[in-house]
């Protein structure tokens, strides 16, 4: 069973910059097709971005687009969200998660096809 551990979370200036980590074990990341979400308190889940198993494929939500920088290190395991210009908007918790896809350059925008969850990671934004 893939476990995703998210790290990276935690105080940021607005304008600053965050690097999130989702580190992967029990599981070869490379078969996975990785999504970022996020939840604010009091709101839904959200969609961040996603990136597809051979990292070609990138989508973002228009909210972060241009800001944040989804990336993965296969040999690694992990995959990264480099966010930067944050905004007090962007406070949230951030959970990646992973689905197994033979389909190598698509990634996936709904939470409900995503099979492994990380415990999440808080971000918070504030002067």
């Known amino acids: 069973q893939l476990q995703l551990v998210e790290s990276g979370g935690g105080l940021a200036q607005p304008g600053g910059s965050l690097r999130l980590s989702c580190a992967a074990s029990g599981g070869t990341l490379g078969g996975y097709a990785i999504g970022w979400f996020r939840q604010a308190p009091g709101e839904e889940r959200e969609w961040v971005a996603c990136i597809s198993r051979s990292g070609i494929s990138v989508n973002y939500a228009d909210s972060v687009q241009g800001r944040f920088t989804i990336s993965r290190d296969n040999a690694k395991n992990t995959v990264y969200l480099q966010m930067n210009s944050l905004k007090p908007e962007d406070r949230a918790i951030y959970y990646c998660?992973?689905?197994?896809?033979?389909?190598?350059?698509?990634?996936?925008?709904?939470?409900?096809?995503?099979?492994?969850w990380g415990q999440g990671t808080q971000v918070t934004v504030s002067s």
């Open positions: 998660a992973a689905r197994n896809t033979v389909y190598v350059n698509t990634c996936f925008l709904q939470a409900p096809v995503y099979d492994n």
